[in-house]
């Protein structure tokens, strides 16, 4: 017997599961929340899943590849502060990955 592919409420739930552990002062990227989560290929559907979001979720701490803020208007404001907030160095729109970047492997949802 194969099991059935997963809904994309039960991927919607293991990527959010993953965003919450992110640290505090520290940042991770879509393609890292996805592949954490089991679906290496779906880092848009990451980002997705953030726009319908709990307020308890830690939202602010997914990036883009290579360390860049994504969001444009008052959510990327909204963003670069609550990272700044928590000690998260910014220069223009980029994150050191090096030094705050926390990438998750697979299982560790």
Do not use: N
């Not at 997963?6 to 992110?22: C, G, I, K, Q, T």
């Not at 520290?26 to 899943?49: E, K, L, M």
């Not at 319908?52 to 963003?79: M, N, Y």
């Not at 998260?88 to 697979?106: C, E, P, W, Y």
């Amino acid at each position: 017997m194969t099991a059935a592919a997963p809904s994309s409420e039960s991927m919607f739930d293991l990527m959010r599961a993953v965003v919450r552990r992110v640290p505090r002062g520290r940042v991770t990227t879509y393609g890292d929340v996805a592949r954490a989560a089991g679906f290496p290929t779906c880092s848009r559907q990451a980002a997705w899943c953030l726009k319908k979001f709990d307020p308890a979720l830690p939202w602010h701490r997914v990036i883009g590849k290579g360390g860049k803020i994504l969001l444009r208007g008052p959510s990327g404001v909204e963003q670069i502060q609550r990272l700044e907030v928590e000690g998260v160095a910014i220069a223009g729109t980029r994150v050191d990955l090096r030094r705050f970047g926390v990438h998750s492997k697979r299982g560790d949802t």
